[in-house]
């Protein structure tokens, strides 16, 4: 909720998975959030990053390294390594 001045004035901003789009509570306490720095191409890290928020079911049931692969290929981190299969 923000102000008249826009200020935001709430004491908890929930976040939501990257991967399945739902928001992550406050007692999820395997949830993870993942910076992952941007850099030059010299190799050099940048003062930017690209932050990745997973739920707590995500990882039990395995599926975080896919979809880590999943969402830097979908923004421009990572080139033909995730490739969806059934």
Not at 56 to 76: F, H, M, W, Y
Request: with cysteine; net charge neutral; hydrophobic share 35%.
């Amino acid at each position: 909720m923000e102000n008249d001045q826009g200020v935001l004035v709430d004491l908890y901003v929930p976040r939501k998975c990257s991967a399945t789009n739902r928001l992550i509570i406050a007692k999820d306490h395997a949830s993870v959030q993942i910076a992952i720095a941007d850099v030059d191409e010299n190799g050099r890290a940048l003062p930017t990053s690209t932050t990745f928020a997973l739920s707590g079911p995500v990882r039990s049931q395995g599926e975080a390294d896919d979809s880590i692969n999943r969402l830097a290929t979908k923004s421009g981190l990572l080139r033909s390594v995730w490739s969806y299969s059934k």
